[in-house]
């Protein structure tokens, strides 16, 4: 997959005002080339710490505790403070992290970690097999019966034989679940995650600030010799798009992560930039228990009358890949080709499905979006305009982020709503928020058929039939048109001549680790 690198002078062009391509959620991949660039910089406005950068991010993180955190940008700023057994490198592929070495028993049931020697939380503290348990139990809801993360609801137990050894006991076969492993581990018994983070990352947790900052500190005792080249990292939180821009021009911002598409044009000489597809679906859901669309043949008129070509073109610029169900074409041999058209624009055929539902004179609704992504506030009104051909008014509500996360994602009180659903490392992990007891699933999509075949795909170990059967998933999203999947948005990331390193990855990371102040 390309990913286009650049050095812009400056250039005046009148763009779309505060586009932003900067997408979240969610509820946050696999399988994007590596991309590692020079990049190096204008002189600050403000003297700084030396190997220090500032990183614009567009809202607050949700939970500082990792197994609390749901949104996508949270996530993306604390893997650099938390790390699991294995951890993803910018391929998608696991890695080892804290483990060393594991091995899966012949039954396919039995996980065992070797843990590396010489790993310390960023308390001083050596890590050991006990932290693991710990963390790990409280995942898997071993005590409770309650899982806090679906990925872990397959375990039975775990063990700790010894300091350096965790054993993990599957209730059956799953093909995905080294993946669950990424999860991060604290220390045994530590509960102040939410206040004062301890992981074992490449970065120390310093302070938060709500609206203003985040920052990290260099972990000395990281166990990879020599990284992080940083010493300090401060994620700036600036809401307003046109704010972070200028921000970044004057200097006060070193890198600019998801830079809208237009704003690429208005970089002047000192500034370089990367750009490539993301693993991110950007839809416009349904509340599926919200009359009306619990019918099936209202969502499927809303997909006919909406030109997903159109808001490509208009709000991405071009700069992004056209979808027709809840995955992107990154996922390679997991993507069922041919939805993207399924719903092509037919406006007879939109009035027509929605006489049929007993809406022939259309009806109104609201779309709710978070105004902190101004790329999702332009797609809502281009949206808004397109369904008024089929007789539908949409009236758009920008709420903050906070106010999103409680009341559509987590209270599902909502009509509609336009957000970006980050890429996961498996395909089932991308699929599951559909399951119908999955306490993700703030769509209330619930579908039998679906279900089974999702749950196959999750403990088929034959390659080749799992394919086929996370595809016949993407299938019956796309019949049930369980949303309206318009595209994987190119994520553009822009920043300093005097900075060397930035890699892009196909799920929701800044990895501030590999990130070098040119000397």
Request: hydrophobic share 50%.
């Given at each position: 997959m390309a990913l286009m690198i650049k050095s812009r002078k400056k250039k005046k062009t009148n763009f779309m005002k505060g586009l932003w391509l900067s997408?979240?959620?969610?509820?946050?991949?696999?399988?994007?080339?590596s991309q590692k660039e020079t990049a190096n910089g204008t002189a600050s406005t403000k003297e700084k710490v030396d190997k220090e950068v500032v990183v614009a991010v567009p809202q607050d993180p949700d939970y500082l505790d990792p197994f609390l955190a749901q949104a996508a940008g949270t996530r993306e700023i604390m893997f650099n403070v938390f790390e699991g057994l294995l951890k993803p490198n910018n391929k998608g592929e696991l890695i080892p992290a804290i483990a060393e070495s594991y091995k899966i028993s012949p039954d396919g049931l039995t996980y065992t970690f070797i843990l590396r020697d010489g790993v310390k939380f960023h308390n001083g503290q050596e890590v050991t097999a006990e932290d693991v348990k710990y963390s790990y139990d409280l995942l898997a809801g071993t005590d409770t019966g309650k899982p806090l993360y679906t990925s872990f609801s397959n375990v039975e137990s775990i063990t700790a034989p010894d300091k350096k050894t965790v054993a993990i006991k599957l209730k059956q076969r799953e093909a995905s679940f080294l993946t669950a492993v990424t999860?991060?581990?604290?220390?045994?018994?530590y509960k102040d995650s939410n206040k004062t983070p301890i992981g074992t990352g490449p970065f120390k947790f310093v302070e938060y600030l709500p609206g203003q900052r985040l920052v990290l500190e260099k972990n000395p005792d990281y166990y990879v010799k020599g990284v992080p080249y940083l010493d300090k990292v401060e994620f700036r939180i600036i809401k307003d798009a046109e704010a972070a821009f200028l921000a970044f021009q004057s200097g006060e911002i070193d890198i600019y992560p998801r830079i809208g598409s237009e704003k690429l044009e208005e970089l002047g000489k000192g500034y370089k930039y990367v750009s490539a597809p993301q693993n991110l679906v950007q839809l416009l859901a349904f509340n599926h228990k919200r009359k009306p669309f619990n019918n099936k043949f209202v969502r499927q008129a809303i997909n006919y009358a909406i030109d997903k070509d159109e808001i490509i073109k208009g709000v991405a610029l071009g700069k992004g890949t056209k979808i027709g169900s809840n995955m992107s074409p990154i996922m390679g041999k997991y993507y069922q080709e041919g939805l993207e058209d399924k719903y092509a624009i037919n406006i007879e055929k939109a009035k027509q499905l929605l006489s049929e539902a007993g809406y022939p004179n259309g009806f109104t609704t609201t779309i709710t979006v978070p105004s902190n992504y101004q790329f999702h506030v332009d797609t809502a009104q281009v949206i808004a305009q397109q369904l008024k051909k089929i007789g539908?008014?949409?009236?758009?509500?920008?709420?903050?982020?906070?106010?999103?996360?409680?009341?559509?994602?987590q209270g599902?009180?909502?009509?509609t709503t336009i957000i970006g659903l980050d890429g996961k490392l498996d395909p089932y992990e991308i699929l599951n928020k559909y399951l119908s007891t999955a306490k993700n699933n703030f769509f209330n999509f619930s579908n039998h058929q679906f279900d089974q075949m999702l749950e196959q795909a999750r403990t088929e170990v034959d390659e080749n039939k799992r394919v086929e059967l996370i595809k016949k998933a993407q299938t019956i999203l796309a019949e049930e048109a369980a949303a309206v999947y318009i595209m994987d948005p190119n994520t553009n990331a822009a920043f300093k001549d005097n900075l060397e390193g930035y890699q892009t990855y196909p799920i929701y990371v800044q990895d501030m680790a590999v990130i070098k102040v040119k000397e």
């Open positions: 997408i979240s959620l969610v509820l946050l991949l696999t399988a994007c080339d999860a991060a581990v604290i220390p045994k018994g539908v008014k949409a009236n758009i509500e920008t709420v903050e982020w906070g106010v999103w996360l409680e009341r559509v994602y599902r009180d909502y009509d």
